[in-house]
C-alpha cells in the first residue's frame, strides 16, 4: 500500500504538538511527511524541515506558498496536518481545503466563533476531508468504553463525571518566555477559552463520544488564578445532557500533582464505568451488584471495537502515541476510500462536527461565566 | 481512669450507625455503655437492650423515659449517644441537654430547620457538651491534611475538589423493606436533603475542616433518578468559598461502582493534597515542582495532628471505626475537662457549630436548585 | 452476655504488641481486662496497669504470682494474653494452661524447639484452650480467599507467592535503644529466627491457611544486612508443598519503602487470587479467560465466609485492629462453648498445630541456610 | 537525515513481534523497512512482503538469499532485523554479519549455547554491529532507575526482587494450534528454557541492568504445570550478586491475572525502588526515612538518563512500544555513528554481552533444577 503524501503547518523546533502528529503519522506506516510550512518565518521554517530531512524546495515560509505550490505538483501533499496555534487554524484549513487536499487540524477547531463558521462552511464546500484530532477518542479502552455503553450494558445515562486538570501554569511561565504557555494565555491565539478551550474540550468531547449524548446546556463558572492572566486557568461547570443525564466537568491547569490527568466516568441504570487518560490501559466496569470489573486493552472482556485499534497483547502497554496514531490511520482509511463527494467524516472519525461542538462549548462556557454562570444552552 | 457512663438513643436491632457508635465508645475503652432507648417500641427497645447485655431496668422505651430516670440515678449515664434516623435528633438532644447530660449526636444536626434553630438555642443554654460525629475529621490522615493546609504547606488555596458517591440507592431499596433506605428516602424522616443530607454534609463539612475555608455561596443542581423518589440521591454543585477559593461538590447514592467514595483534593498555590476515605492511611502531597509524594498514617512525613490520633505502626491500616473512635476519644477527654461553663467544643470536635454549618448546606442546596441552580448565599 | 475475664502478661508502657491485643479484646466487647503482669519489674507492671486502670492489687510483679493469685480468685482470670518478647511466651503459658486458664498467644509460639515441644505437651494435658494470634487469617478477605480455594474456584493451586518485606531494620535501631528493635534482633529472646521468625512466621501460616496446603521442604538463604546484626533481618526461599504446588516466600526487615507489605499470590489452574495486608479491603480474582475482578468485603461477591466476621458495609475500611479482633472474637466464642476435654481448636482458630507448625518452619529456615541452602523437610 | 535502509528476518503475518520491531523501527523515522524474508516458505514470504509494501523482488525465501543478494545491491539493506524463532538466530545473525549488514537480534540470543558461542565468534569478527533488543532496558524509567543506583540513590545494594508472570500458558494453547506457544513450549525452537527463556531472561537482563550487578549463582527450581509440556511454565529462584546482593527471581506463564507482569524492586542501603512494566511511565522511590515519592516520566524528578529517551510531557504514557523504539533509535545512532573496527556496543545498546549472559543464565537455570536446585555459579 502506498503511503499519503503529508505536508505539515505549524509544528516547528519548539512545538510539542507538531511531534506528536509527526510520530503519530508514522507509528503505523500509513503517511509519508514530504512537506512544510513548519515555523512562522522561512528561516525558521527551513531549519526545522531540513531537521526532519524534508527536501528544501518543499520547506515553505508559509502555508498559502505550500498550499499553492504543492497544489501544484504531480507529486504533492494529498493532507496536510495542521499543527499551529490555534488562530491560525481557520485561513490555513480553508487554504488546503479548496485546493482539494485532505486536512488534518489539531483542535480546537478556531479561536473565534466567526472563524469557525467560516470553516464550517469550507468544509462542506471543499472536495476533500477535514479530520478534527480529538485523540483521545482514538484511545481503545475509550472505544471500549463507547461500545459498552451503546450495547447498553450500563442502561440509561444517569450521570457523567469528567474532569481534566493538569499543574503546569500553576506558577506564570508565560512571564518566563516558555513558548507553550505564551500562546496559551493569549486570547489573540488562544480564542476566548483558557482551560476550557485547551483541555475542556477534550473532556467536553470524550464525555459526549462514550456516552453517545449531547450537552444542552451548562452553567460554567471560570477562574484565573494566575497572577496577570486573562485566560481561565480553572473551569467548573454542571452539565445538562439532552435526555435527561446530568454531569460534572472540570478543568484545570493550577492543580498541583496533575500532570494530564483526563478522567472520565461514566454511571447509568445498571452499571458504571471508569477511565483516566495516564493509565489508559485499564478500564473499571461495574455492573450495578457485581464486583468491580478491570477490563485491559486486548485482554479478557475487550470487545472488536478496542481490539481492532490495538497492536500489542495485553499487558504491553500502549500510549498516547498509539491513541493518536489511532485517528491517523482511521484518517489514512478515509482518505484512501474517499471519493469525491462522498461521506466527510466516517466510522469514528471526529470533523467538523465535533468542532463546531467544541466551540460552541467554549463559547457557552465564557457566555456562562460572564453572567455569573447562568445556564447557557449549546 | 473510670469510664464515663453513657447511654445510647437509637441503634437498635438493625441499625447500622448504632452499631458503629458502640465499637467506637469501645475502642480506646472510655465508655461504658449502661443505658439505651435503642427502639422506636419499648419491646423492641428492650430486646435490643439486651442482646448488648444491658440491665433490663436501664432499657427504656423511649429517650423521655431514660432521661428523666439517668438523671435521677446517682450512676446516671452521663453522656448520651443518639443515633436515630435524622428527625428525632432534636428532641432526643434537647431532653438529655437540659437535665445536664453531654450529647455525642449523629449527623445532619436535624431535619428542619426549625428543629435546628431550636437545638441550637438549647446547647448554647445547656450545661453539657454537644458532639456532632462528623466521623471522617477523625482519620488521622485528614489531621495531617489539616495541618499542613494550616502550615501553608500548599499556600494560599485556589481549589477543591469533593466528591462523595456511592451506589446503594441505584435501583429502589426503599421499595423492598430495606430500612436504612426507607428512612434516608423520607422527608420527613431525613429532612429536605436526601444525597445533600446523608453524605453531602460530610463532604462539605470535610473541605471545611481541612482547608479551614467557609463556603461563601453555592450553586446546585440536585436531581431524583430512583423512580418515585422524592428526595435527591445526585446532587451537582459549584462552591466559592470566602477568600475567593473555588471548589465543586458532587454526592451521588446511584453511582454504581462506587461504595463509599468520599474523596477530598486540595490544591493551592505551591501544592496540592489528595485523600481518599476508602483508603485512609494514605495523604498524597504534591510540593509544585517535585515527584508526588505518598505520606501514611504513622509513617515518614506524618506530623503531630495524625500520629496523636493514631494507635499502631504505619502499615498496619487503621480505618473508619478508628476514626470515628477518635471523636469519642475526644469527646472523652472534652467530657473529663469540662466545667461548667466552660468552652463547649474544643480542639477538634465537632459541635453545634458544624452542625449549623451543614443544616444551612443542605437548606442552600434544596433552595438553589429549586431556582434553577441559582447561586445561594450560606 | 457476660463479658470474659481476661489477664494480660507483657504489654507494658513501651511495647507495640500489648497494646494492640487490649484494643482487640475490646473492640467487640467480650473481654473485660482485670489483670496484669505487664512489665519485667513489679514497678513498672503496676505503673502500666494502673495507667491501664487496673486494680492494683491485680497488678502483679511475674506471670508466677498471677497466675497463682488469680486462679485462687472467685472473679479470677478466665483467660490470659501473652504478648512478651518470645522467649518468655512457653513459661507463661504453662503457669496458666495447668491452672485452667485459657491462653491467647502471641506468635511465633517460643524461641526454641524444646520449649515449643514442652508446651506442646503442657497443651495437651491442659483442661484449657490455647490460642496462637497469628492475627493475619482474621482479615476477613483472607477468609474469604480460604473459602475460594476451598470451593474450588481456582482449580488445583500451582504456585504461591508470598512475601513480608518491612523496612524498619533498615539501620541498626537496636543500637539507638529502641526496644523492639533491641529484643527482636537477639537471639537469646527472639529464637533462631530473625526476620523468618518475626514475620516470615506470619507469611508461611498465611499462605498454609488459606490453600490449605503444607510446605513439604523448603530451600532458604538468609541473609544478614545489618552491620553486628545475629539474626537474619532478610529471607528468601523456596517452597515446595506438599501435593505438588510450589511456592516462594521473602521476608525482610531491610526493604525500604515497605512498612508492613504482607502480600499473599496464589496461582491454580483455572483462576488466580491477589491480597495485600496494606490493602486489606480488596480481594483481586482472576477467573482464568475473564478480567480481573475485584472483590471487596461486605460487598458484591464477598460470600459468609468474610461477611460473618465484618462489622460495616463495604466502603467503610475496617483494619488491622478488626482483623485482629476477630481472632479475639472467635477465642471468646471458644472459651464460652468450651467443654472440659472437648476441642481445643474449634474453627478457624489457629492454635498449637500451627504454632508447632511455625516453629518448624523457622527451624527449617535456619538449617537450610545453614547449608548453604539445601532443601530441609518440615 | 537520511533513514538507514533496514530488512527483516521473521515476521511473517502470525508473528507477534516482528510487527512490533516494524512499529520500533518506523516511530522515529530513522529505519526504513525494504527487504524481507518474512516467512518460512518463498510463497508466505512474499504475500506477507507484499502485504507490508516491499518491493516484490526483494521478498525473499530464505535469509540465505537475502543476504546474498541484498549485500550485492548499491541500494541493499544496511541493517536487519532477526525476529524469528530462537534457534534461527545464529545462522541467520551470521549471514548478515559474515557480509558487514548490522544485526538487530531479537532475544534470547540462540536456542543452543554451542549456537551461541559459534555467534559470539562471528560477532567478534564481523565487521558490523550487532543489538540485542533486550527492549525492557530502552524504557525511561529504568534508564532513570539505573542513573539513580549508578549515582548511589540507594547505597549499596542488598536486594534484588525480580518477577515476570504472564497466565496465557495456564491452559496448553500449544495443543490448539496457537503458534506463539507451539514454538515456544517446543525445545527444538525454543531451546533449554521455557519461561526462564521467553521471560526469564528478560527479568534476569533488566536486574542487571539496572543494578549494574552481575549474577554470581543461582539455585533454581524449574516446573512444568501444563499436561504434556517438555519446557518450564513456571520457574523459582534465588540469586546471590558479585558484591553480596541476594535475591529473587520468579518468572511464570502460569499465573491467571498477570498480562506481562514484569516488575522490579531494588532495596539498598538507603533508598528502595520499584517498577513494574504495565504501568511503565511511574518509577516508585523511597529514600529510608522519608516519604515514598512517585516519579514520572518527564516529570519533576525525572533525570536526564530518562528525559533523553522520552518523546512527549509527563502524564501522556508512553508504552511498550516507545520503550522498544528507544533501542532501535540508539541502534540508529550507533549504526551512523559506527565506523569499521569500532567499538560495538555502545552506550546502553545491548549487545552480545548481554546476549551471552542470558545464554548463561538459561543454562544456569536449567542445570541447577535438574540438580534438584543446587546452586550453579554463571
Known sequence: MKQIRLGMVGGGNDAFIGGVHRIASRIDGHFALVAGALSSTPEKSTASGQA????????????????????GRADGIQAVSIVTPNHVHAAAAEAFLKRGIHVICDKPLTSTMEDAARLEKAVAQADALFVLTHNYTGYPMIRQAQAMVAAGELGKIRVVQVEY????????PEKDGVKQAEWRT?????GAGGSVGDIGTHAHNLACFVTGLEVEELAADLQC??????????AHMMLRFRGGARGMLWSSQVAPGNENGLRLRVYGETGGLEWAQEDPNYLWHTPFGAPKRLITRNGAGAVDASTAV???PGGHPEGYLEGFANIYTEAAQAIRDWTPGGDKAPGHLPG????????RF?????????????????
Do not use: H
Open 52 to 71: 526532519l530531512g524534508l527536501d528544501p524546495d518543499r520547506c515553505y515560509g508559509s502555508f498559502e506558498q505550500m498550499a499553492e505550490a504543492e497544489a
Open 165 to 172: 486538570p493538569q499543574d503546569w501554569l500553576t506558577g506564570t
Open 186 to 190: 493569549d486570547p489573540a491565539r488562544s
Open 225 to 234: 488564578f494566575g497572577a496577570g492572566r486573562s485566560l481561565d486557568d480553572n
Open 310 to 312: 490495538s497492536r500489542i
Open 352 to 359: 467538523i462536527a465535533a468542532g463546531m461542538a467544541g466551540m
Open 362 to 378: 467554549i463559547d457557552a462556557c465564557v457566555r456562562s461565566s460572564k453572567d455569573n454562570a447562568a445556564w447557557v444552552r449549546l
